[in-house]
């Protein structure tokens, strides 16, 4: 089991729907992850927010778009996405932003499959 | 950009029988940390590694960290099935809020 709770664990969608995924921890992290992960691939880090700002934006498409409104939760809004967008979408949180020693903890992600 | 390596990307052993994968990267790490991800799972911290030389051991699990810091090392003595998943090692450069993961080790393990 994970401490960190995404929903929905599956999703389909349509190349013109829009769609959020959520993500939400408990675990007083100050420091949240979104991560795409292809089959047999790793982990590709995609955002991160630091104190609920965003800190790191890995030149992802803006159709993918991210949001965190407080420091339990981090959302990702998806529109007009394409099929090659079909993957696994990790959340993650570590405790301090900044601090390379502080080990992520992932959630059990969504599965998305772009039709 | 940074880039880090594991050998090899799959290996299919008896149970009982050793396991190693390398992890190298192209930049000097401050940190390496090691991630074992499960068939249709997520990845779950194993361990870190800081200083250089450093060798750290979890029952049958042994880590190693490169006395240059940009190599790394998981050994398993005597594998069970238990251990089937993908091995990811993941280490730090320049900014400490972006963690680069190796393109890991598939493990399967039979009887």
């Known amino acids: 089991d994970t401490e960190v709770t995404q929903t929905p664990k599956h999703l389909v969608m349509g190349m013109t729907n829009k769609k959020s995924l959520k993500c939400e921890q408990h675990?007083?992290?100050?420091?949240m992850y979104w991560y795409k992960q292809k089959a047999k691939k790793p982990p590709e880090l995609m955002f991160v927010y630091s104190y609920e700002k965003l800190s790191i934006n890995e030149s992802v498409p803006s159709r993918f778009s991210p949001e965190c409104p407080n420091s339990s939760l981090l959302n990702l809004h998806l529109h007009a996405l394409q099929p090659e967008d079909s993957a696994l979408y990790l959340c993650a949180s570590s405790l301090r932003p900044g601090v390379s020693n502080s080990p992520l903890h992932f959630g059990n992600g969504t599965r998305l499959t772009v039709t | 950009g940074q880039q880090v390596m594991q050998i090899p990307q799959y290996q299919h052993v008896q149970e009982g029988e050793d396991f190693t994968t390398y992890c190298n990267s192209s930049?000097?790490?401050?940190?390496i940390q090691w991630y074992k991800q499960r068939p249709g799972g997520h990845p779950v911290f194993l361990i870190q590694?800081?200083?250089?030389?450093e060798v750290k051991k979890q029952k049958r699990l042994t880590f190693q960290f490169g006395e240059a810091k940009k190599n790394s090392s998981l050994h398993i003595t005597a594998t069970q099935t238990t251990d089937v998943g993908t091995y990811f090692c993941?280490?730090?450069?320049?900014?400490?809020?972006?963690?680069?993961f190796g393109t890991g080790t598939r493990l399967q393990v039979t009887l």
């Open positions: 590694l800081v200083k250089s030389g």
């Open positions: 930049t000097t790490l401050s940190n």
């Open positions: 993941a280490g730090h450069t320049g900014t400490a809020s972006k963690l680069t």
């Open positions: 675990m007083g992290h100050r420091a």
